[in-house]
């Protein structure tokens, strides 16, 4: 079985930062890429940033520039360092790891966090 872990979220004026993490745990051989998807209140979960294996990197349009993924591969581990947020980035976000796990098949399976809140106010 394996667990995503995150961690990080909280309350935060506008302008300010915030580092999301999430470990992963459990029965794992392989983990290939791992990203952030965030929900907001009434609307559709989307990708914020995702980093593959070997550290190339996807920014969604709204947090290029003011936000950096990155990924401690030997603690199974992603973060997301959020700067200069604005309002509009409050939402339950997510982490997602791509894992071929422990199982007897090899192919890749999407897994998720149980979500953690960012909320932007002052």
């Known amino acids: 079985q394996v667990q995503l872990v995150e961690s990080g979220g909280g309350l935060v004026q506008p302008g300010g930062s915030l580092r999301l993490s999430c470990a992963a745990s459990?029965?794992?051989?392989?983990?290939?890429?791992m990203g952030w998807y965030r929900q907001a209140p009434g609307k559709e979960r989307e990708l914020v940033a995702m980093i593959g294996s070997g550290g190339s990197t996807y920014y969604a349009d709204s947090v290029k520039g003011r936000s950096t993924i990155s990924r401690a591969n030997a603690k199974n581990t992603v973060y997301l360092q959020m700067n200069s947020l604005k309002p509009g980035a409050t939402a339950v976000y997510y982490c997602n790891a791509k894992i071929v796990d422990g199982g007897a098949s090899v192919s890749t399976k999407d897994y998720w966090g149980q979500g953690t809140q960012v909320t932007v106010s002052s």
């Open positions: 459990g029965s794992i051989k392989i983990i290939n890429a």
